[in-house]
């Protein structure tokens, strides 16, 4: 039997003369019975559901007919597999998460002052009364030093506030103008003359949570600040939280979070303007100390060794020793001059300058402000 192609519904009852025809030749009588088993036939033309399996049945099949696997396995797996697919969502709070800060900890941890000119303030957790430390530690750096520029550390910081959030970022704006709304409510910053106006960049890393996520848009929304680091968690929503029998927590985002005049904060988190990718372990150790030297890896001194392209010299990539000392300091470890060495030297700093900053983002933080203020000086010129 040959099935001609419908080329067009033109041709619909030339179709139909054709294809009665076949059918009576093959034994069928009617144009209704060939239907039957065209369609029948045509697995392109047969009716299919992408519907998934429900999740119930599933689960009963498995525990009665798969073995070696518990009810309390099946249940993990379950579970483990909702979490995963509505993260960052939906979280679960552990009895062995780490703990969040005291409530009486201080919401601005450091206050310092880099190169006499660049304030740089750590923020560790989104919650009333953050607006008043970051302007109290600002105007107290300020005294003393003629800012050019301010770093804002949210890296690794949290908290749901987001009202908190608003009002931070109301220190750095003076004008009136929305910049966070949820649910029923809204912040907006308010005209003041006291407004920290110097360039700010934020610094922002996957740990970067919550309100601090808001903060950090919202900044650079409305203030036009520079974000540096990684992207951040993808948690700037509004939680409801729910108490499960096992002890643990169930945080289930309910509600959007918009910044400015209506821009949703997105659960694959805020981007960076500025990309600094370092490892975690890196990161934590430039947090707790921003001048700190790590050593680098046998492959990035490798590399960093590697023989130079013909025609190049290879002065600037080979390691020597700067000194009789350190020559000497080699040999008695059994190294030669031209092995890895996984401390690398660093000059060491001109008397009265300060020690150089490691923290790969910091450092860059700290370029694009110095940038900025040799270009705002070269304007007034």
Known sequence: MILRPVSSWLYFPAFVAHFEADMKRHGFNSVLGGFVVLFAIQPGLRAETNDPPHFQEIFRLLRANLPNVSEEELNGAAVQGLLSRFYPRVLLATNDSPPSAPAEAPLVSQAIVYDKS????????IAPGLAEQLKSAYDKLNATNKLKGLVLDLRFADGQDFTA???????????????????????????????IEVPVSVLIN?????????LAAVLREMDGAVLIGA???GQGHVFKEFNLANGQHLRIATGQVQVGRGKSLSSRGVAPDIEVMVKSDDEKAYFADAFKLLPRSVAQLRATNSPAPAGSTNLAARRFPRSEAELVRIQREGRTSNEDDLKPAEPPPEEGSEPLVHDPALARALDLLKGIAIVERALQR
């Open 118 to 125: 660049y304030a740089y303030l750590r923020v560790v957790r």
């Open 231 to 233: 992207r951040t968690a």
């Open 206 to 214: 996957h740990q970067t949570t919550g309100a601090a996520e808001a």
């Open 165 to 195: 959030a608003g009002s931070a970022a109301d220190r750095f704006l003076s004008k009136e103008q929305p910049l966070l709304s949820w649910e029923d409510h809204s912040a907006h910053s308010t005209a003041k003359a006291d407004a």
